[in-house]
Each structure stands twice: as C-alpha cells, then as structure tokens.
C-alpha cells in the first residue's frame, strides 16, 4: 500500500509565482545511454508577488543534477536544497541568472512524458507537467519565456534536429555530431516547449496568410510513412484558412512544423511552431486508413492547429482553466469539421459520444465541474468534461449571444489577453463586455459538475389557443457537490402542426412572431413559457441541434416519435426521434429478456426504418445515421441497473428481426453503393464517407441473415478494394459472424498483409477485442502473445485492453469477475512504467455503480486488489481511491 498520500491541489489556494523567467537558453547534448541538458534562466522577483526575495523553488524530477550557478557564483550542495521534486535556493538580488546541467535518461523513458525516445527518435511531451523532467525549471503555466534551445547529436543517426520557433543556426561538431539552434519569439509556458531528434522525411508545403505572408508547412515521418501525409497536410491547409476566416487569426511564425511518432500517451501536442502527433493522428492513405480515421485525422490537425490562438497565444494560468483552451478549442474544431463535411452528421456524432461516455464520467466517482475545484494528478484531468463538456459550454454562450456577438467576444479575448497566461473568467468576461449580455449565472456550468435533468410538460388550451411548456430542471449530486443552484439552459424548440408545419412561435406579451424555431433561455429551477395564436395542439420539437448537455425528457407516444423523425426541419431531431423511439422498444425489449418472456418487437421500429431506407431524398449518411441503434454503452448509462446481458440480447434480436424484414431495402442499398465503390478510385469527402457508411451498415445487417449470398458480398468486398473502410468492415463483419472458417482466413490474411503496418495492426487487434461473440477474453489473452502486440506502445493497449474494456461489455462484464480481474492485472503492469496510461485504462471500473451487487462486489474487490498491490503511482491512486469512496 502506497505509504504517502499524493497531495491534492485546490484552485482557491492559487498564488501568483514568486518568480519569472524572461529568457530561457537551453542545450541539449542527446547520447545513447543519456543526455544532458544545460539550462540558463534570466529571471526576476515577480513585482505582483510583493517585496523580499523569498527561496526560488524549482520543478524538477527524475534528473541528476551536476551544476549549478547563480550568476557568477558556483553553488555548492551547502548552497541549495534538492529533494524528489524540488530545487530550492536562495536568490541574493531581484535580478539574476541561473545556470544548471543535468543528466537524465530519455533512453530508458518509458513514462513518454518530459524527454523520451520512440523508437530511435527522441522526442518530447511536456503538458501537463513533463518539463520538470527535463530541467529544474518553474514548471507553471503562468510563468512564460522565449527559448533559445541548441540540440546535439549524432549526425547519422539524427540528421534531423528539432525544437520551437525558426532555425537560426546549424554546423557541425566533433565526433560525427551536429548541432542546431532553434529560437522562438513567442513567451510560453514550459508545457509548450518541445524537441525532436531523429531520421525522419519530411513532406513540404507553403501557406499563403491572409496579410500574404508565406509560411512553410513541414511534415515529418519516418521514412517508411512519407506516402500517408497529405491528408493530414490538405488538413492543415483548410484549418489555417479556416481560422482566418472564422475568427480572423493569422498564423504567426514562418514555419509550422508536425512530427508523428509512434509511442505517444495521447492524440497530439500543440507545442509552438511543432505540433507533435500520434502517427494514429497524421499519417493516412486510403489503402490503410478508414474513413472514420480519415475525419479524425481532419479534426486533430484542426484541433491542434487552433490552439496556436486559443492555447498559446492566450494560455492558461494555472491547470485548473484546461477548459479554458481546450473546451474552446474542441468547440472550434467541432465547427471546422462540421463546416467541412455534414454537420448535423458531425452533432450526431459528437452528441452520441458526449451522452454515452460523459454523461457517464458525469454520474461516476470521478465527477468534475468543467473548471475543477481540485486534484490529485492534474493527467488525469484531462477528460471528457474538461474537453467534451467544456466545448458544449462554449456552444451554448454561442447560441445565446449569437454567431456576430460571440466572434466579437473571441477578437476582445484575443485581443485584451495576447501574451498573457488568463482564467475561464476572463474569457466569459470579454464575451460579455463584447455582447452586454450577462453571464453571472450561466458561469455555473463552469463550477457545478453532474448533467442537468430537464423535464418538460405540455398544456395546450384549445379555448385560449394557448399552448405552454413547463421546464422543470435538476441535477443529482456529485462528489463534494451535494446541492445545486439552477443552470442557466438554452432550449431551441419548434411547434409542428398535424401536417408537419412549423407554427410561428409568439410568446405571451411579444407583439409578434419570431420564427419558427427559437432559443428560450432557462434561469429557474422550475419556469413555463406559454406560445399564443396555437390553433391545433402541437407536437413540440425540443431542444434542437442538442442546445444544451442535459438529459431532457417528454412523454412523447411511439407515434410521435415516429412522426417527428418524418417531418422535424431539425435534422438533428429527427435521428433524435428515430434514438427516442429505438431506445423505448429497446428497453421493451430489455425488459421482456429480463421475465424470461419471449422478445417481441414493436413494428413501429420496422416501420420507421423502412421510411428511412426508402427516402432516397435523405443524405446518406442520415440514413446510416438512423439506421444505428443506439449503442450497448449508452443503454448501459440510461439504465437504472445495467444488465449487461439483456441489452445485448435485447439490441441482437432487435438487429436480427430489422435485417429479416428489411432485407430487400437493405440488399438494394448495399448493391447499389458496392457498385458504385467498385467502380471509383478511393476518395476521402463528405459525399462518399456517407455511400460508404451507408453501405456498410447495411452489410452488417444483411449479414445477420446468413445467407450465402450476403457472406459472398462479404467476401467480395473484402478482397476486391482499394480503401480500408471496405476491407476492415467486412472483416469485422465476419469476425462477429459464425462463418468460422472464412473469420480465420481472413483475420491470417490481413495480418499478413499488414504485417509491418502498426496502425493498421491496431485495428486489428480492435475488430477482434471487439467481438462479443463468447471466448473474448481468451481471445485477447491470446492475442497480447501475438508479435505485433506491445504493451509499452499505448496504441495498442487502446487497441486490445481499451477496445475490449470499452467496447465489449457482454464479454468484460462476464459473470464470473474475470474481465474486472484481467483488466486490474493489466493497470498494475502499465502502472509499473507508464501512470498516464494505466490510469486511462481505470475508466470501466469507476462506473461499478452501474452494475448489480454481485458485478459491484467482484469490482470493488479488484480496486482494491490494485490499491493493495504497492507503491503506486499519483496518477492510479487518485483514481482507484476516488472510485472507491
Ligand atoms: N493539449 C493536448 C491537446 O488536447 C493534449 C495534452 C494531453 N496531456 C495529458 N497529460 N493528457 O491537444
Ligand atoms: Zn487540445
């Protein structure tokens, strides 16, 4: 058992530094077996602290310290303290330089935070808290300076040599080694500071600034990758104009730089002029790359390239404000993409996402508000509310100030804070000054964690012609949150008429309509709002586009549900409809697997679906949309006590029942779209990603049938194409299916194809952890033995244990406790090298409150096995010990 307690760290306990560091010249000497870092401060008393010179505390981990100096002066060890975590000296002037080496060990790295290797490339990873592992340093985010960094090293195996900013100069030095000087003119914090060393190609661009300033893009791979860069690169390109045109801001260095690594703890790193990726995150051509990666791909590149503005420009001032930059800059990307491709596709997505996975983080032990008030381990804040959540904070103050107010809001914010390390106040307060609309009270969705419940009634007054809606809103508890105060909650709604017609909307006391869709905005706990001039009683259309994240619920019939998925001018709302009336049969059918009765589906799904599949009007991508029932983790989060094995008893029949009767409407659209692939080259737009996932699911339907017909579509399919998103489906397709013999020849097939493509091999090893057929956790047993298995790369523990904790609830909430165990057994292992990743991996078991008392009982048992196993790291203890209070 941990002996010492990680402290926990409070927001209210903020302080400004007592220090600043202007200038930082850093030297990196990169040898085998270690290197060593020179780091020269030009630091200063920080006038807002106060007067005296107190002790300068310095960050720093894991490092060997072998010199250091205070201006001219050599300290000895009598001169200064050194603890785990700390340097500490004592300044004899407001003004002075410091001067430091260090040793440390990128080589046996295995942590991939602060400087590391991967594969034979050093790289680095410095947010949250990874500079402190690279020099003594005050690793804050409100402390920011300009570096000048050198790197050296051996010219033939690192000819290329990496950090922020410009090149400013290069030679060669003795022994076969090299050295290059990169310095950025920008102040930033250390978390943004990075380096890279390696053998690596680049593919090169230019970049046309809208003051017409050329900029250089450069994307570097390893050499065997340099064929899969010019998605991410076309990528680039549209989010640089993009943001020119959408917020105005303009690129400001003349070179931007990516590198794609292979070992990375997470999907990017905004780091200044050099964004460092996941190869998972860049590296694409249709041969290799599905379509889904093709979109995230698109949106990572935006994402990270976006913070240059809302992250780095403006950063945080402590890590408490995350969402500050990265709820903005999820919301910024979100649009991007949506603008890019279909965006009521693109809310579809991201709102199902949302619901089945932070709706979940919201109910469980590890509940945060978007601004925590407190932690342990600030990696392991890097979450679904903190990115996720937050983005959906910045959708709704768009939608209450509107598309023009909201942008003068963002250029005030800009504008006022460039340079500057800002809170999430800060940010509401230039929104508000810009809009003169107040914020007070909406600011609690910032410190208030838990998803709002939102019940509506109805009151229609056929004498009056009146019609009033009833919001009723509320929010459980959370820990260390037991009572709430009212959200502030934007609801777009619309009235339909029997016909489908959208009425004019008119409140009570207005002189006139406005529109037919419109945003109320709620304050109360309780509030009604009655529409005048309603001839006929309505069907109401609530809460469009998903205008704010709460869980909204109205007694909608099956019939309505049905009628809204036809004629709702939401697009949004109608596949809501469609999940609405999916998840009361689903539930139905739940229900009826859990009395031991017969399942019975309601036709009305049939039905429904039958409309979808025939409208050759709707957007294909629509239809794939429709056409996917809501999924078993979602089931699970709107369960009272989720049943595993009901839902997905329930969710297969459901599947079987909608391929036997709609297999002619089926057969024709996967026909249809299957000749149409066979006969194009591989493109990646919006257009064909929605034939292609049209056809798709309409083969995994179709092969529930068992036809043989379908198994040869299948196979066809699977070996006469140009692109991924065909192949991997239809092998996936055939993995979940009891066609044994043709599982096993494709699976061997395609690995040894793939054999030497890590990512591709990924996916692999997904499709198979994946698989709810019995024998899953044999199956991933077996495979982490497999070759191209590795535990040390966290894409393919996310591939195999991530995918099968995540994605696989029938086989990892097996009865007997063995997929808890397994999953407990496999943090211990990665805790031993690798706390970020083997917290990550925690997820499943905080949400032990979800299941029945003996899944509850065999959890808990297993948290506290991990509890018991030893020393552990920050990162799992706050987790395992959160999970368990
Ligand atoms: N700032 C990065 C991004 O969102 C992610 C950094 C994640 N850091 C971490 N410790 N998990 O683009
Ligand atoms: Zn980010």
Redesign the pocket.
Known sequence: MRTEQPKTIYLKDYQVPEYLIDETSLTFELYEDHSLVHAQLVMRRNPEAGPGLPLLVLNGQNMELLSLRLDDRDLTAADYLLSPSELTVQPDSASFTLDSTVRIHPETNTALEGLYKSGTMFCTQC??EGFRKITYYLDRPDVMSSFTTTVSADKQRYPVLLSNGNPIASGDGDNGRHWATWQDPFKKPAYLFALVAGDLWCVEDTFTTMSAREVALRIYVEPENIDKCQHAMDSLKKSMRWDEEVYGREYDLDIFMIVAVNDF??????NKGLNIFNSSAVLAKAETATDAAHQRIEGILA??YF?NWSGNRVTCRDWFQLSLK?GF?VFRDAEFSADMNSRTVKRIEDVAYLRTHQFAEDAGPMAHPVRPDSYMEI?NF?TLTV?EKGAEVLRMIHTLLGAEAFRKGSDLYFERHDGQAVTCDDFIKAMEDASGVDLTQFKRWYSQAGTPRLDVREAYDAAAQTYTLTFKQSCPATPGQPEKQPFVIPVELGLLNAQGVELPLRLQGEAEALGTSRVLSLTEAEQSFTFVDIAEQPLPSLLRGFSAPVKLSFPYSRDQLMFLMQHDSDGFNRWEAGQQLAVQILQELIAQHQAGKALELDQRLIAALRTVLENDQLDQAMVAEMLSLPGEAYLAEISEVADVEAIHAAREFARKQIAAELFEPLWARYQENRAISRERAYVAEAAEFARRALQNIALSYLMESGKDEVLAACLEQFEQTDNMTERLHAMAVLVNSPFEAEKAASLAKFAEHFKDNPLVMDQWFSVQAGSPLPGGLARVQQLMQHPAFNLKNPNKVRALIGAFANQNLINFHAADGSGYRFLADQVIALDGFNP?IAARQLAPLTRWRKYDATRQALIQGELKRILASGELSADVYEVVSKSLN
């Open positions: 947010e949250a703890n997470m999907g990017a790193m905004e994402h990270e913070h990265e800059t990696s890097y990115y970020q």
